[in-house]
């Protein structure tokens, strides 16, 4: 059994807010204390200091959610993402096509349904997916190299 792993984009956006929410509070807390400022300023500056914090755990904690497992096997596939699971064996997938980009593999079964694998951008995973998935169709059918 072949496990991989796409992973999400990296939430840069959330990371950069992050970071000016916590060092504008930081600043803040710093300047108050220093001034001997209003309270009404610590609460504030705390609070963006929280937020930042915050904003940071989900970020980190979406990377981890947000991947998608796929384990190939000699019979069949499995395909963990937080949409659900979706699994099949070989002999049920009628053919398989990856995007001109590289970013979506799709499996396409006998009966119609499609079972998409998608990644955020082009990775060699996914390219070396595809080769897998192909030597292990082929093989479900009995073709060798």
Not at 13 to 25: N, T
Not at 83 to 110: E, P
């Amino acid at each position: 059994m072949t496990t991989y792993v796409v992973r999400p984009r990296l939430p840069m956006r959330a990371f950069v807010l992050a970071a000016l929410l916590s060092m504008v509070g930081a600043v803040g807390i710093t300047l108050v204390a220093a001034t001997e400022a209003a309270q009404l300023w610590m609460w504030a500056s705390s609070v963006l200091l929280l937020l930042g914090v915050l904003l940071l755990l989900t970020a980190l904690t979406s990377l981890r959610r947000l991947r998608t497992y796929v384990e190939l096997g000699d019979d069949g596939w499995e395909v963990r993402a937080p949409g659900g699971t979706r699994r099949g064996l070989w002999r049920d997938v009628s053919k398989v096509t990856i995007a001109a980009n590289g970013v979506r593999l799709t499996l396409h079964h006998a009966d119609g349904r499609r079972t998409h694998i998608v990644a955020p951008a082009p990775t060699d995973e996914m390219q070396a997916m595809a080769v897998d998935i192909a030597a292990r169709l082929d093989a479900s059918r009995g073709y060798h190299n």
